[in-house]
């Protein structure tokens, strides 16, 4: 009795320290690929899971993703220039980076829409309130469920295109989207939040050498 006792308690010091707010630190975040398609779903399977790791301090975060088969994706998110860089290095594409600007027009943000649908989640030892989110990019309409904490004071590069619609730091997010008539989920879940000093030199937006720019597509 008394050792379910000390395991309770236990249990309930690390989930209050858990739900402390958090405005810098460290993020580790695991991502999966899914589709009805047979011959892409033996795809992502050869692919696997992808591991990305999140850094943040305030209004400005910087992901990095990476995969043997898929290469290496970074963005780096400041809400405040309301800028954001994305640098991949990929197979087959080599070296390439994209500028844009976060700021969305009242016209973009008809095409976005955010509603709470009542759920709620546990990630990462967080409190999470369930939000569905529907978007637009390049013409193609993209669905979002997305379990939000209030905890982690810090900005993200999907929440950060919804034009402030969105409050809060997605801890466990499914975006759905139809490439080529097939489709297809990416699911991420943060699995580990760690506070701790962050330096500002993370979220330097020079482009590194080596790096050409691709176009973005036209809407």
């Given at each position: 009795?008394?050792?379910?006792?000390?395991?309770?308690?236990?249990?309930l010091?690390?989930s209050?320290f858990a739900?402390k707010e958090?405005?810098e630190g460290?993020?580790?975040t695991?991502v999966?690929?899914?589709?009805?398609n047979?011959?892409?779903?033996?795809?992502?399977?050869?692919?696997?899971?992808?591991g990305a790791?999140?850094?943040?301090?305030g209004n400005?975060?910087r992901?990095e993703?990476t995969?043997?088969m898929t290469?290496?994706?970074t963005?780096?998110?400041?809400?405040?220039?309301?800028k954001?860089?994305?640098l991949?290095?990929?197979?087959?594409m080599?070296?390439k980076?994209?500028k844009q600007?976060t700021?969305k027009s009242?016209e973009?943000?008809?095409?976005?829409?955010v509603t709470?649908?009542?759920e709620?989640?546990?990630?990462?030892g967080?409190?999470c309130?369930?939000?569905d989110?529907?978007s637009?990019?390049?013409?193609?309409e993209?669905k979002?469920?997305m379990?939000?904490t209030?905890?982690?004071?810090?900005q993200?590069?999907y929440?950060?295109?919804?034009?402030?619609?969105?409050?809060?730091f997605p801890l466990h997010?499914?975006?759905s989207m139809?490439?080529g008539?097939?489709?297809m989920?990416?699911?991420?879940e943060?699995?580990?939040?760690k506070?701790?000093?962050?330096?500002d030199?993370?979220?330097?937006m020079?482009v590194?050498?080596?790096?050409t720019?691709?176009a973005?597509?036209?809407?």
């Amino acid at each position: 009795m008394k050792k379910f006792i000390l395991v309770a308690l236990l249990s309930l010091s690390v989930s209050v320290f858990a739900q402390k707010e958090i405005k810098e630190g460290v993020m580790t975040t695991k991502v999966t690929m899914s589709s009805d398609n047979e011959q892409v779903n033996a795809s992502f399977a050869m692919i696997g899971d992808i591991g990305a790791t999140t850094h943040f301090k305030g209004n400005k975060a910087r992901t990095e993703q990476t995969n043997q088969m898929t290469g290496t994706q970074t963005s780096i998110v400041d809400q405040e220039a309301e800028k954001m860089l994305m640098l991949m290095d990929v197979p087959m594409m080599g070296k390439k980076y994209m500028k844009q600007d976060t700021k969305k027009s009242e016209e973009e943000l008809k095409d976005v829409s955010v509603t709470a649908n009542g759920e709620s989640k546990t990630v990462a030892g967080y409190d999470c309130k369930g939000y569905d989110v529907v978007s637009k990019v390049n013409g193609q309409e993209i669905k979002m469920k997305m379990f939000v904490t209030d905890k982690i004071l810090a900005q993200e590069q999907y929440t950060a295109m919804l034009g402030g619609k969105l409050k809060g730091f997605p801890l466990h997010m499914v975006i759905s989207m139809n490439q080529g008539g097939m489709a297809m989920d990416i699911t991420m879940e943060v699995t580990e939040v760690k506070a701790e000093s962050v330096p500002d030199s993370k979220f330097d937006m020079t482009v590194p050498e080596g790096y050409t720019e691709m176009a973005m597509p036209k809407q």
